[in-house]
Each structure stands twice: as C-alpha cells, then as structure tokens.
C-alpha cells in the first residue's frame, strides 16, 4: 500500500549533515520525476528539489542551493536528499514526491507523497 517510504532524518547541530532516502516501487520510480517538499509546524509545504527520471536535470529552491544534492539510483530505486550545511530554519518534516512533470515546485502538482521523516537542527 505504502509507495514512498522516507528515512534518514533525524537531529543534527548547525554545520552538520544528514542524508535522507526515498525507496519507491519500479513503477513510481520509473515513470516518475522524484522530488523533496518540507513542512515546519504552522506553515505550509514547499518545495526543496526535485530530479528528472533520466536523473540528468535537477532544480533547487534558492534557500538550498549550494547546500543540498538530490540524486536517484535507479538499481535501488531510491531518491536521496545529501544535507549539507544545515541551518535551523531547515528544521521540518521532509516529505518525497513523484509527478509527472518535471516542474513539480507546487505540493498541488504532486501526484504521490511518501509519509515524511522527521529533520530537527540545533543552534
């Protein structure tokens, strides 16, 4: 039943790294652009990154660039999400995301949602 299972999250201090993953089915991974959302308590999901299915094309929010990597293997079918550089205000539940289009910078274009992993950053 479950299609997108998130791990990795957990509480880092400021400076430090965290790489979460994303096991999806052969069918969602396959068809799928692969894409990172994040939602802190009180305010809405945005978006983070997202990955072509060729893995070839990758898109960031301004707030991340430079700090996070998102990559796809395709023999695990996993997507990854490499934290570098964590600052407080990266604190959220961080959800995966499959679409179609590989524009997917709105939760309102998203057609499959993993259930989230917990992400807390210490000052």
């Known amino acids: 039943q479950v299609q997108l299972i998130e791990s990795g999250g957990g509480l880092v201090q400021a400076g430090g790294s965290l790489r979460l993953s994303c096991a999806a089915s052969?069918?969602?991974?396959?068809?799928?652009?692969m894409a990172w959302f994040r939602q802190a308590p009180g305010k809405e999901r945005e978006f983070v990154a997202v990955?072509?299915?060729?893995?070839?094309?990758?898109y960031y929010v301004d707030s991340v660039k430079g700090r996070f990597t998102i990559s796809r293997d395709n023999a695990k079918n996993t997507v990854y999400l490499q934290m570098n550089s964590l600052k407080p205000e990266d604190t959220a539940g961080y959800y995966c995301?499959?679409?179609?289009?590989?524009?997917?910078?709105?939760?309102?274009?998203?057609?499959?949602w993993g259930q989230g992993t917990q992400v807390t950053v210490s000052s």
């Open positions: 990955i072509s299915r060729s893995g070839g094309s990758t």
């Open positions: 995301a499959a679409a179609g289009r590989f524009q997917m910078t709105a939760p309102s274009m998203v057609d499959y």
């Open positions: 052969a069918r969602i991974f396959f068809s799928n652009n």
